[in-house]
C-alpha cells in the first residue's frame, strides 16, 4: 500500500511526550512502533490484512468467551476508532475550541453491524480510513502537530494521535493472535 509521507516542512513526527496525551492511552503509545508513523501506521494496516486474510466465515464469526468481540467486531472497533481518532486529530490541528466527546466502545461494538460484514469488507473500509489518516496527518506543519485539544474530558495534542492509533492497532493484532489465531484458541 502507498502512503502519504510528512510535507517537508514537518518532516519527522516523534514520539509524544506522557503530557501529550491521558495515561490510558500510554499503553498504546508505548506499543507503537518506534521510527517513521506513518511508516507504522502503512505497515500495520498490511500486517492486519495478512494476519486476518485468510481466516473461514467460521473463524470471523468466532468469540473466545461470551460477551467477548469476532475478528469482525474487533476490526469495526478499529475502524470506529480510525474514525475518531483522525477526526480529532484534525479538529486539534484546525484549533477547533469545542470540546470533543469520548466514545462508548462496548456501545459503539453492540450498535454496529460489524458482525455482520464479510472480514474482507471490513478489511477494505479499514484501508480507506487508514488512507484518510494518514492524508490529514501528512498535511500538518510542525505548529499543527503540537495543538491541543480536549477529547474525552482529557488533554492530547495532536502528535499524540498517530501514536494511538499504531499502538491500538497492535494491541488488538496481539489480541488476535493470543485469543483468536494461536493453536490453543479453538477457532
Known sequence: ???TRPNPISPNITR???????????LY?????????FEALASGLEETRT????????????????????????VGHLIDTEWTFAYRGLCFARADPAAL??????LWGRTSNA???????????????????????ASLDDTAWMRRG???????TVRAMPFILAGHEVHHRKVLEARYLSPGSSS
Not at 509524544?16 to 500510554?26: I, S, T
Not at 503509545?29 to 508513523?37: N, R
Not at 480536549?150 to 492530547?156: G, L, N, T, V, Y
Open 101 to 106: 466527546p469520548g466514545f462508548d466502545q462496548e
Open 1 to 3: 500500500m502507498s502512503h
Open 115 to 137: 458482525g455482520e460484514q464479510p472480514l474482507s469488507r471490513l478489511l477494505d473500509t479499514f484501508a480507506c480510513a487508514r488512507q484518510s489518516t494518514l492524508a490529514i496527518y
Open 150 to 156: 480536549i477529547a474525552s474530558e482529557c488533554e492530547f
Open 16 to 26: 509524544p511526550n506522557a503530557d501529550e496525551y491521558h495515561e490510558y492511552y500510554g
Open 29 to 37: 503509545v508505548d506499543q507503537a512502533p518506534d521510527g517513521d508513523i
Open 51 to 74: 494476519l486476518l486474510g485468510d481466516l473461514t466465515p467460521a473463524q470471523e464469526t468466532f468469540r473466545y468467551a461470551p460477551g467477548k468481540w469476532s475478528p469482525r467486531d474487533i
